[in-house]
């Protein structure tokens, strides 16, 4: 819930800026137009972090599906090369018993590496995502939610809910800042504020609307999961759903348990190769957008002849999330993405004040209500919710702030068409 409430505030000022931009795209291209060339390249690094993380956070739990699907089959794979090489809480079987202690060991996530490749080949030749087949797939992820939801009820058991809050509230916030990055995404409803018949009422209503749906189901997956399962059991799984399924169909009489297992392990395959398709997609985006801003080289926005898409760039960022895929768990990559999203997001909601106080005039599709107050909130809960996260998370994410603004000081910079020779 306080997630959702923090995209809602922040969804909400990201549309402000949306429209007042007369063209789609990202928030790099919203800053770029409004704040200015530094703000802009800030929140492109940022948002290449974003895209970046929560990709291969995807594509590991893509991969841990997948030996789920191997396992439901019967086939029975060497697990080193199907886990991450890195397990900071090492991996288990069905009996609590260690497969690989905590630390490094030899191996790669193979599944991880392959589904990013596999995705930048398509991506490289072009995609074009009609209405039609997301409405399918998005169709499909919600059946197997629901499916999980209702067979999952049956088998909940009240003593997993105690304690309800075993970390308290230092608990709530530090989850709700790992989990963040499962919301990226709503604030696309924003970018297409232009294309609203009535922005004023469309936007706001569209983005709190696939809020309060997003959240509904997310609510209901974490009450079955925990009631079926002791919370500790899936800490760190990246398949923790379909993997409770298993544990909870070998007891008696829920076998029935075996074929929901299969439906929703199909329903969230399909979830995952979208988002990472989207994603991707984004990332290469951004590098093409900044390059063609000549912040980044020429290379990254040559497009390819015969497929006339950003080749150089959609393989870059390819190969920046498939070998670290293959070798971190998802908890690490999670942690870099949401604090890049919360980052980008606390620009976008002070960006909204700035420029409503140095351009008053300037046309808005959509002005989010009651001044300054919200995108105050959204700045502060934003904030609230970095400040969940673990501190080396804070150092890295610091440390890749500190490469970027020292790329843009020494050379995008230098090569911007705003820049003066003293």
């Not at 630390?103 to 398509?122: K, N, S």
């Not at 909940?156 to 790992?178: E, R």
């Not at 870059?316 to 768990?329: E, H, M, Q, T």
């Amino acid at each position: 819930m306080l997630v959702a409430i923090v995209c809602a505030l922040t969804g909400l000022c990201y549309a402000e800026l949306a429209s007042m931009i007369p063209i789609a795209g990202s928030a790099y291209t919203y800053t770029y137009a409004t704040l200015g060339e530094l703000i802009a390249w800030i929140i492109g690094w940022d948002l290449i972090l974003e895209y970046a993380f929560s990709n291969m956070s995807v594509s590991v739990g893509f991969a841990a599906h997948i030996v789920d699907l191997l396992d439901w089959l019967g086939i029975r794979l060497d697990p080193k090369w199907l886990s991450p090489a890195f397990l900071p809480l090492g991996l288990q079987d069905l009996s609590g018993k260690d497969i690989f202690s905590s630390g490094w060991h030899f191996g790669f996530d193979i599944p991880a590496f392959v589904v990013v490749l596999l995705l930048t080949v398509v991506l490289v030749r072009g995609i074009r995502e009609s209405a039609r087949t997301n409405n399918i797939m998005v169709l499909v992820k919600i059946a197997a939610i629901l499916l999980f939801i209702g067979f999952g009820t049956s088998f909940i058991h009240g003593s997993n809910y105690h304690p309800f809050s075993p970390n308290g509230f230092s608990g709530v916030l530090a989850g709700g800042s790992i989990i963040f990055f499962t919301y990226i995404g709503f604030d696309s409803v924003s970018t297409a504020s232009e294309e609203c018949r009535n922005p004023r009422r469309d936007v706001p209503i569209g983005i709190i609307a696939t809020l309060i749906v997003c959240t509904i189901l997310y609510v209901g997956v974490a009450a079955v999961l925990t009631g079926m399962v002791p919370w500790q059991s899936i800490a760190g799984d990246g398949a923790p759903v379909v993997n409770a399924l298993k544990r909870v169909s070998l007891l008696p009489g829920a076998h029935r348990l075996h074929w929901v297992r299969l439906f929703v392990l199909l329903g969230a395959l399909v979830g995952m190769v979208s988002s990472i398709l989207v994603f991707q997609l984004g990332q290469a985006r951004v590098w093409y957008a900044m390059s063609r801003d000549r912040l980044l080289p020429d290379v990254f926005s040559n497009v390819h002849p015969k497929f006339r898409t950003p080749a150089f760039a959609t393989w870059v960022a390819g190969f920046l999330v498939a070998i670290p895929a293959g070798l971190f768990d998802v908890g690490t990559f999670a942690e870099m993405s949401n604090i890049g999203t919360l980052f980008a997001f606390v620009l976008v909601s002070i960006g909204v004040i700035v420029l409503r106080s140095k351009d008053p005039a300037r046309h808005r599709g959509f002005r989010v209500p009651f001044g300054p107050v919200i995108p105050l909130l959204s700045t502060f809960f934003c904030v609230l919710l970095m400040a969940g996260l673990p501190a080396i998370t804070w150092v890295r994410f610091f440390v890749w702030l500190v490469i970027g603004l020292c790329v843009y000081s020494f050379y995008s910079r230098k090569r911007s068409e705003f820049y003066q020779v003293k």
